[in-house]
C-alpha cells in the first residue's frame, strides 16, 4: 500500500475558533491506482492535497507514504520525501516565468543533487516524453496551457517519484487540450505512476479507475470504474 | 552553488533598473571608499619618495649630541674618543645584508669664505670623501673628472665643485683648472659633481621647510679624504653615509651601522653618539597625521554603506514577498529550507558584488577626477580594493539574511496559495 491515511483529522484555528477541515479521513491507495478526489470548493480536498503531497501536517491520525510514518517527521525529512516520492501538478502550472521549459524541468534534479550533465539529458527525455521535445529552449510566456501543464507533469515526473498529485490539472484547459492531458495522465498510469487527481468535473475524474467523493471534511467512496 | 550564483546573475539582469537602484547605495559607498583610500595611498607614496626615496635610498649615519646632529665648525669642537672609521669598519658595515654600499667622510661647515674675481661666496660646507662617496650618494661629474687614486696617494690639492657652488663662482667661464683658496691653500677645480636625480621637494608647509632647509646651504666642495689635514690639521671622526639595498631596509641598514660605528668610539661616556636620521620615522608620523583625517572619512562612507545595505534588505524583502509563488513551489518540488535560505543569500551577496565591483570603478573613476582637479596624488590600493569587493558581499550576506530567512521560513501552502 503506497498511500495510507487512517483517521486523519485537521482543524484550523481561526482566532478562537476551531474549523474542522478533515473529519476521520481514512483512505487507502494501492501502487499504481488512479483516484480522483471530487468535491466542491471548501469541501476539504485542497487540506486533504496538501496532507498527503507532505506539505502539511494532519491534526490527528496517521499517514503513511510508501511504507514510511510521515507523522513525527521534521521538515527536512518532509521536504526529502516529496523530492524522491511525490509530483506534483498545479491548477496553475506554476512554472517560473524567466526560465526555459528546460530550466523548469530541471529544478527538481538540482534539488536531488544531480550532476548538470545528467540533469539536462533527463529533463530533456521528460521533455520528449510530454511531446515537447522541440519546445526544451522555450518560456512558460511563449507556451499555450496546455503546453504548460506539459511543461509542469514533465517536472512533476522527472525525478521519477511513485506518486502524481495533480490539483485541478485541467482547471485552466480549453477541452482539447483537457483531453489530451487526461491521455497523457492514463498513460502514466499504465506505466505504474499512482496518481491522485482532485478535479470537480465529473467527465475527467470518469477517467479516473476510483473516484473518492469528499464534502465537509468527510469522504466516501463511490467505487469503482468499470475498466 | 554555482546554479544559484547563475541564477541570481539571471534575476538581477531581468530587474535591470530595480537592480542598478538597489546597487547605488553600495556603488557610492564603495566608490567613496576607494577614492579616499587612493588619494591615501597617492599621498603616502608621495611623502614617502619625497622625504626618504628618490630613488636613492641612502641613510646618513653621523654624529648627534643629545638629539641634535653635531657639526664640528673648528678644530676645537673635535670630540675625544671618537676615531676615524677604519677600514675594517668600513668592510664590516659593507657586509650588512641590508647595505649595498658605504661610504665615510669628513665634513665641516666652512666658516670662512672663498673668492674667484669679485664673486664671493660664504656658508660652504666642505667633505673630505673617499673614492666611494660620489657613487653611494648618487652623485655624477657632470663637468671634468672625478677624483683617481693619485689624488688620494699624492695628497693632491684638488677640489670638486657642487653645481650651485660652481655656478656661483664662474657663472659661465669653464671651472675646470681654475684656482681657489681654500683656508689659504691653493686647490684646484677638477670636476662639477651633481645629484644624478635631481631632488626638488615640494614645499607645502612651514614643517615641510623644516624637515628640507634646516641645513641650507650656498654649496657644497669635495676633496680627496687623504688631503683633509692639510687644510684642518687633524683626522677627524667621520660621518657616514650607507646606501641601503631597498628603501624598506633603510631603517635597520642605518641602525646596524650606527650600532658599529658606536663600538668604535672609546670614550664610553661620550655624549657625542652615531645615529642614523630616522627619515622612515619622520614620514610615518607624517603619514599617520594624514591618515587619521583620512580614516574619519572612510567611516563616513561607511555610513554610506550601511544605508546601502538597508536598501538592499528593503528591495529584498519585497522581492521575497513578489516570489512567493516561486518559493511555495520550490518547497513543494522538495527545496528544503536551507536550499531556499542559500538561494535568497546567493543572490543579495551577489546583487552587492556587482555593486561593489561597480563602486570600485566608480570610485577609480572619482580618484582619477580628484587628481585632475585639485591635484592630489592618487595611487590605487590593491588591498583597499579587494577588500571593498568582500566588504560588499558581505553586506549582501548580512542585510540579505533577513529577507532570506523569511523566504525560507515561508509556509509552503500559503505560498502556493497566494497567486
Known amino acids: 500500500m503506497i498511500l495510507r491515511l487512517d483517521h486523519i483529522y485537521k482543524d484550523y484555528v481561526q482566532g478562537r475558533l476551531v474549523v474542522p477541515a478533515l473529519i476521520d479521513v481514512s483512505l487507502h491507495v494501492e501502487e499504481g491506482e488512479y483516484v480522483a478526489i471530487m468535491g466542491p470548493s471548501g469541501s476539504g480536498k485542497s487540506t486533504l492535497m496538501n496532507i498527503v503531497g507532505c506539505l502539511d501536517r494532519a491534526t490527528s491520525g496517521t499517514y503513511e507514504l510508501a511504507g514510511k510514518n510521515v507523522t513525527g517527521l521534521s521538515d527536512k525529512e518532509l521536504a526529502a520525501l516529496r523530492l524522491n516520492n511525490l509530483g506534483f501538478v498545479f491548477q496553475n502550472f506554476q512554472l517560473l516565468p524567466r526560465q526555459s521549459a528546460l530550466e523548469n524541468v530541471c529544478l527538481p534534479l538540482i534539488y536531488a543533487g544531480v550532476r548538470r550533465k545528467e540533469r539536462v539529458g533527463r529533463a530533456k527525455e521528460a521533455l520528449e516524453r510530454v511531446g515537447l521535445g522541440d519546445r526544451i529552449s522555450f518560456n512558460p510566456t511563449q507556451l499555450s496551457g496546455g503546453q504548460k501543464q506539459r511543461v509542469a507533469i514533465a517536472r512533476a515526473m522527472v525525478n521519477r517519484p511513485k ?4 490539483d485541478e490539472p485541467t482547471g485552466a484547459l480549453d477541452s482539447k487540450s ?8 492514463s498513460e502514466l498510469n499504465s506505466e505504474g505512476v499512482t496518481i491522485l487527481m482532485i478535479t470537480h468535473a465529473p467527465d475527467i475524474a470518469e477517467r479516473a479507475q476510483r473516484i473518492v467523493d469528499i464534502f465537509d471534511g468527510r469522504i466516501s467512496e463511490r467505487g469503482r470504474n468499470a475498466e | 552553488m554555482l546554479e544559484n550564483i547563475r541564477l541570481a546573475f539571471q534575476g538581477i539582469w531581468s530587474h535591470k533598473m530595480r537592480s542598478v537602484l538597489t546597487m547605488l547605495g553600495i556603488i557610492i559607498g564603495i566608490a567613496a571608499i576607494i577614492a579616499i583610500s587612493s588619494t591615501i595611498t597617492g599621498t ?3 611623502i614617502k619618495s619625497q622625504l626618504v626615496g628618490s630613488g636613492k635610498n641612502t641613510m646618513e649615519v653621523q654624529l648627534y649630541e643629545g638629539g641634535y646632529p653635531y657639526t664640528i665648525y673648528d678644530s676645537s669642537m673635535i670630540p675625544n674618543g671618537i676615531p676615524v672609521v677604519s677600514d675594517s669598519t668600513l668592510s664590516s658595515i659593507k657586509d650588512l645584508k641590508e647595505v649595498e654600499s658605504v661610504t665615510a667622510y669628513c665634513s ?3 666658516s670662512e669664505s672663498i673668492n674667484y674675481g669679485s664673486v664671493t661666496i660664504s656658508d660652504l660646507y666642505m667633505y673630505g670623501v673617499d673614492d666611494n662617496y660620489f657613487e653611494t650618494c648618487g652623485y655624477v661629474i657632470r663637468t671634468g673628472r672625478d677624483f683617481l687614486q693619485e ?3 699624492q695628497f693632491r690639492k684638488v677640489l670638486i665643485l657642487d653645481e650651485d657652488a660652481g655656478r656661483t663662482l ?11 683658496e681654500i683656508r689659504g691653500v691653493p686647490f684646484t677645480v677638477v670636476g662639477i659633481a651633481a645629484e644624478a636625480q635631481k631632488y626638488q621637494p615640494e614645499i607645502e608647509s612651514v614643517e615641510d621647510y623644516n624637515i628640507y632647509y634646516e641645513n641650507s646651504t650656498n654649496g657644497l666642495m669635495f676633496i680627496p679624504k687623504a688631503s683633509w689635514p692639510i687644510l684642518f690639521n687633524y683626522d677627524e671622526p667621520e660621518n657616514v653615509v650607507v646606501k641601503a639595498v631597498s628603501t624598506d631596509d633603510m631603517t635597520r641598514a642605518g641602525k646596524k651601522t650606527a650600532d658599529i660605528l658606536n663600538k668604535t668610539i672609546t670614550d664610553t661616556k661620550s655624549e657625542i653618539t652615531y645615529a642614523a636620521a630616522d627619515l622612515q620615522g619622520q614620514v610615518k608620523s607624517l603619514q599617520e597625521m594624514q591618515n587619521t583625517t583620512n580614516i574619519q572619512l572612510i567611516w563616513i562612507a561607511g555610513i554610506s554603506l550601511l544605508v546601502g545595505g538597508i536598501g538592499v534588505m528593503n ?3 519585497v522581492s521575497v514577498t513578489e516570489r512567493t509563488s516561486e518559493i511555495g513551489l520550490k518547497k513543494a ?3 528544503r529550507r536551507g536550499t531556499i535560505l542559500a538561494q535568497f543569500l546567493t543572490e543579495a551577496a551577489v546583487l552587492t558584488s556587482l555593486g561593489g565591483v561597480l563602486g570600485v570603478f566608480a570610485g577609480i573613476g572619482a580618484a582619477q577626477v580628484i587628481h585632475r582637479i585639485l591635484g592630489i596624488a592618487v595611487g590605487i590600493s590593491i588591498p583597499a580594493t579587494v577588500i571593498a569587493v568582500v566588504m560588499s558581499t558581505a553586506i549582501g550576506l548580512l542585510f540579505g539574511l533577513l529577507p532570506s530567512v523569511k523566504a525560507s521560513d515561508m509556509d509552503p501552502i500559503e505560498a502556493l496559495r497566494r497567486e
Open chain 2, 315 to 317: 528591495i529584498m524583502l
Open chain 2, 151 to 153: 689624488d688620494y696617494d
Open chain 2, 170 to 180: 664662474f657663472n659661465e667661464e669653464n671651472p675646470l683648472g681654475q684656482v681657489l
Open chain 2, 108 to 110: 665641516r661647515y666652512l
Open chain 2, 44 to 46: 603616502n607614496e608621495k
Open chain 1, 178 to 185: 483537457s483531453a489530451q492531458l487526461m491521455d497523457l495522465f
Open chain 1, 163 to 166: 506518486i502524481l498529485l495533480a
Open chain 2, 333 to 335: 518540488l522538495g527545496a
